[in-house]
């Protein structure tokens, strides 16, 4: 079976919460349903969040 893969759009990232990614293979047992899109500055601002509550700084 070839998997195609959920690639996003530019200027946006697929997540499910946990995972970000550009692209995605899904793996089995996993729904494309699972995954939705946000944009580069939301996932900027989530990933500075993380760095924030770390106490580390972003490099």
């Given at each position: 079976?070839?998997?195609?893969?959920?690639?996003?759009?530019?200027?946006?990232?697929?997540?499910?919460?946990?995972?970000?990614?550009?692209?995605?293979?899904?793996?089995?047992?996993?729904?494309?349903?699972?995954?939705?899109?946000?944009?580069?500055?939301?996932?900027?601002?989530?990933?500075q969040q993380e760095v924030n509550?770390?106490?580390?700084?972003?490099?």
């Open positions: 079976m070839i998997r195609e893969p959920m690639i996003a759009p530019s200027g946006m990232w697929l997540t499910d919460g946990t995972l970000y990614a550009k692209k995605v293979f899904l793996e089995v047992g996993r729904n494309a349903d699972e995954f939705y899109l946000i944009s580069d500055e939301e996932y900027r601002n989530l990933i509550a770390d106490g580390g700084s972003e490099a």
